[in-house]
């Protein structure tokens, strides 16, 4: 979700303001070409700003990058619909796509999504039915315009990405292709505030963020005159989602409104899900697949939340071209093969020294025809005493998971939003406080692609608490690398649905690891680690039960991949900074801060970052626009209930003469029977307080 992961490592002329100017691009040819694109490239109108109005009356601001096509004909269109601000907040990472799509004879436009950047309206919380029947609106509105030949396509990373995912279960009739990178299916299961029903930490972080957003006002030499009036309505309605996502702990109606995994054989356009190893996201992909549209492919590769041009860790790939291909083949019917690429390509992993930031990730590509995959098998292995073994144990016993709350300290950033840093560290000092099994050491490399599952008998007094699983890679005399992970809320079932509170005493608990696409070599060991909390991952559970393991009656089921045949080279352009030289940004953009430590002799466990105030310059429009932000964790290492996270998150407009600063800041802690939170937000004008609110409220477990 969170803009700042791409940060730098009505009709045509209806405006207001300012707005209404146009700007001519130069054909200049892009960094990268696309295999078939006939036209070559051509010279391209920007124009900053135009209304479309919506079904009620609300107009949603765009900015469009129209070809000049040499006969003067129609063409397809491409959408990207977001709520960060395309007018000065995502700005610079705007023009990396949409001028050079618009060169190869795309007409691109951004569009602010309501109550956000330049458009009217208010949103209260994310993905509801106005959102969606807008985007609709805004491809039909699109698809009538006379630049456009009726065939329009749809993309963006994130939120963006599942906007498109939902746009396409609606089925507009000039929607034909999409391409959704880092995007969410399951907004429960796969998104930014759960984990197998255990609350992010992240969760807190967006819950701060989202608010200064949607408290940010319209540009003055845009709106014009009103300009005032619609930031004050922004601020007297500001909502705070926060409470929301919290309140709905279960995988109810709230979390299936937009999860289009949910709605089965809705989606019948073609679709390029693009994902990241490194990121919170990085189930979709596999899971879209695995759905049976037979009109989708995936791209994996291992970097963060980010689009793959910027892709870190890398090696990252040129989106642009990818994307091109992909547009010729369904907006222009261009036989270019891209029908006939493998359904599944992957970054596979190797094992790599563990550090918090890597420039490279070790690996090489792998590719599937179909996904589920006919190479991919089943391996059963068993726990033992630390073991993990391929026959099971009858004598195998019982072993308490441990409750360690410093367990999580090594685990990085959970969707590694584009912070220096932030990658897992060494698992072995988490280890050390977990309960682990492990193989001997491997004869033969094995090699995985899907997801690892648990099917674990733990006998508990009630059925509350967490349990976090690690698959882990052991080399020889060398540091632990995580694989994957998952964690568990064990009051709810596998669906999201809260068990039985009375099913106390032994029960079965399913659990499913993360996607991913690793190599474990000769010589290493498999080491499964488990223990009851994954801090500051996500919160602990304030109503711990002690959990025993059932170690006789647990296993795993690994997904070894047997590739019947060499693995076809995929042919990915190089990513390249792609962005007019005319338009080049000055970034101011301190380093980054990170901090562990204990206070008063272990009595409590802090940690934390901070990145002071980055500012891109925008000399084209005479704005400026920084965001500075930052997260302390806290607990007590003996008592879950001591838990508490705390984001501010500023953004900062500035011109001459004028400044706009909103800041905002979160504190959420875990109490005996559920969450606090304390929530404030401010927005100044020149230095003078316009708005002041606070949000103050206790959420029960419903269970937690």
């Known amino acids: ?258 999860s289009v995994c949910d709605e089965p054989g809705a989606i019948t356009c073609p679709v390029l899900a693009i994902g990241g190893w490194a990121d919170r996201y990085s189930n979709t992909v596999m899971n879209l697949l695995a759905g049976g549209h037979d009109q989708c492919w995936g791209v994996i590769g291992p970097w963060g939340h980010h689009y793959p041009d910027k892709g870190h860790p890398g090696p990252g790939i040129s989106s642009q071209q990818l994307a091109l291909r992909w547009w010729d083949r369904w907006l222009k019917g261009v036989d270019n093969g891209m029908d006939r690429e493998p359904r599944l390509t992957a970054w596979c992993q190797d094992y790599q020294t563990p550090r918090d930031l890597i420039d490279l990730r070790a690996g090489h590509w792998i590719s599937e025809p179909q996904w589920p995959a006919a190479s991919v098998m089943e391996q059963r292995l068993h726990l033992n005493h630390g073991q993990l073994m391929p026959e099971p144990m009858p004598d195998a016993g019982s072993a308490s998971v441990p409750l360690d709350l410093t367990v999580g300290m090594a685990a990085g950033d959970t969707g590694y939003f584009g912070r220096p840093g932030g990658l897992p560290l060494d698992q072995a000092p988490d280890d050390a406080v977990s309960l682990i099994f492990e193989t001997e050491p491997l004869a033969e490399p094995v090699e995985i692609l899907g997801a690892a599952k648990l099917r674990l008998m733990v006998d508990m007094k009630t059925p509350e608490g967490q349990i976090a699983i690690r698959l882990n890679d052991v080399p020889p005399g060398g540091e632990v690398h995580r694989v994957t992970y998952a964690v568990r809320n064990l009051a709810l079932d596998e669906a999201g649905q809260a068990v039985d509170m009375n099913a106390a005493g032994h029960r079965y608990v399913e659990i499913t690891l993360a996607n991913t696409a690793y190599r474990f070599a000769a010589g290493h060991r498999i080491r499964l680690s488990i223990s009851a909390s994954y801090w500051p991952i996500v919160f602990p559970s304030s109503r711990q039960s002690r959990v025993t393991l059932v170690v006789s009656d647990s296993t795993m089921t690994l997904p070894v991949r047997q590739a019947t045949e060499p693995d076809r080279p995929t042919e990915f352009g190089a990513a390249s900074a792609l962005i007019d030289e005319a338009r080049h940004r000055v970034v101011d953009a301190p380093p980054l801060e990170r901090w562990n430590e204990q206070i008063a002799d272990g009595a409590i466990l802090k940690s934390g970052w901070r990145q002071p105030l980055l500012v891109t310059h925008h000399p084209e429009i005479g704005l400026d626009f920084g965001f500075e932000n930052s997260a302390d964790y806290s607990i007590s290492p003996d008592d879950p209930s001591s838990a508490s996270v705390t984001f501010s998150h500023r953004l900062v407009y500035r011109r001459q003469g004028w400044e706009v600063d909103i800041h905002s800041k979160v504190t959420v802690s875990v109490t005996q029977n559920g969450f606090s939170i304390d929530g404030w937000l401010d927005a100044l004008e020149n230095g003078a307080r316009v708005k002041h609110k606070t949000w103050q409220n206790q959420v029960l477990n419903t269970p937690s």
């Open 1 to 258: 979700m969170p803009y700042g992961a791409d940060r730098p490592s009505g009709s045509i002329g209806t405006t207001g303001g300012a707005g209404g100017t146009s700007r001519r691009l130069s054909a200049k040819a892009a960094e990268t070409q696309p295999v078939s694109s006939p036209e070559g490239t051509v010279p391209v109108t920007e124009i900053e700003h135009c209304w479309i109005a919506m079904r009620d009356g609300v107009r949603l601001s765009a900015r469009l990058w129209l070809p000049e096509m040499p006969d003067g004909a129609p063409t397809p269109a491409i959408l990207e619909y977001i709520p960060y601000r395309k007018r000065d907040m995502v700005r610079a990472r705007d023009e990396r796509k949409h001028p050079v799509f618009a060169r190869h004879g795309y007409a691109c436009l951004r569009v602010d999504m309501r109550g956000t950047g330049q458009s009217e309206g208010l949103m209260a919380d994310m993905y509801l039915d106005d959102e969606r029947d807008d985007a609709v609106d805004v491809i039909d509105w699109i698809a009538r315009q006379s630049w456009c030949d009726g065939a329009v396509g749809m993309f963006g990373t994130s939120w963006g990405g599942t906007a498109s995912l939902q746009a396409a279960a609606r089925r507009p009739d000039a929607l034909k292709a999409i391409i959704a990178v880092c995007a969410t299916n399951d907004r429960f299961n796969d998104d930014i505030h759960y984990m197998g029903g255990a609350v992010l930490a992240d969760s807190v972080e967006w819950g701060a963020t989202l608010p200064a957003i949607l408290a940010s006002p319209p540009d003055p030499e845009i709106a014009g005159p009103g300009w005032r009036e619609l930031w004050q309505a922004r601020l007297d309605d500001l909502a705070f989602p926060l409470e929301s996502w919290l309140r709905h702990q279960t995988r109810d109606a709230y979390w299936r409104r937009g």
